[in-house]
């Protein structure tokens, strides 16, 4: 390959890159409401399989063998398999969706892999079916920024969580409804929570909270 020929690569496939993502965000401001199920496919890829692997997202979600956990927006249960398979025989999953067709994609993995320590039901993060103190730990990836009232939510997650549990969000520029950290620090901390842990980079990042 000649050098002119490495140059348009090296900088017009980032930026096609980008202007797809700003097209993407810019539809996504006209077309509301939760990702449709036929979108799933499509988010589950292998690069970003590379950037948020599941089996590594559950450690950053800090969930422990045991846990009862809440995931919010699972949609098809790439990341609910391995969290299940991280709490283990004594853990239980709970995975919550706001749309059907996700958790009936989501359940027949369940029957398939014949997993015992998870559950999945059609809920609205805005009003969750469980009592106060219920969960060790509670996750979400790239859901956030797509409910509508975030900070109701978030003040949902502080009530059923116990009181040394953990909230963990994890974000991914790409996605149309990314949130800065700052934006989720705010949410997170008007309804209760303080940051204990980030990570990440310029694609992805993980904040953990606690409750103050
Ligand atoms: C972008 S998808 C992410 C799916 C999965 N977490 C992942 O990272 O592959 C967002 C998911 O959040 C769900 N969702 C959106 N609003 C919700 C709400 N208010 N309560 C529960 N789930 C919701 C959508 O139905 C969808 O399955």
Not at 55 to 84: C, F, N, Q, S
Not at 143 to 168: C, D, M, Q, W, Y
Request: net charge neutral; proline share 8%.
């Amino acid at each position: 390959m000649d050098l002119r020929w490495l140059i348009y690569v090296a900088f017009g496939v980032p930026l096609l890159l980008l202007v797809f993502i700003v097209m993407l965000k810019v539809l996504r401001k006209i077309v509301q409401g939760p990702m449709p199920e036929f979108l799933a496919d499509f988010i589950d890829n292998p690069l970003r399989r590379r950037i948020q692997p599941p089996d590594k997202t559950a450690l950053r979600h800090k969930i422990e063998p045991g846990m009862t956990v809440l995931e919010v927006g699972p949609g098809t249960g790439t990341y609910t398999v391995a969290t299940a398979q991280r709490v283990g025989v004594n853990g239980r999953v709970l995975a919550i969706d706001i749309e059907p067709r996700m958790i009936k994609r989501l359940a027949q993995k369940v029957q398939s892999e014949g997993l015992k320590n998870l559950d999945a039901q059609v809920a609205d993060a805005c009003a969750l079916p469980y009592v106060g103190d219920t969960f060790d730990a509670i996750y979400m990836i790239t859901v956030i920024g797509e409910i509508p009232a975030p900070e109701l939510a978030i003040k949902e997650f502080h009530r059923v969580l116990s009181p040394t549990g953990t909230l963990a969000f994890s974000e991914l520029f790409p996605d149309p409804d990314y949130p800065r950290r700052s934006t989720v620090t705010y949410w997170s901390e008007s309804a209760g929570f303080r940051l204990k842990e980030k990570m990440g980079n310029l694609f992805y990042y993980t904040l953990v909270f606690e409750k103050a």
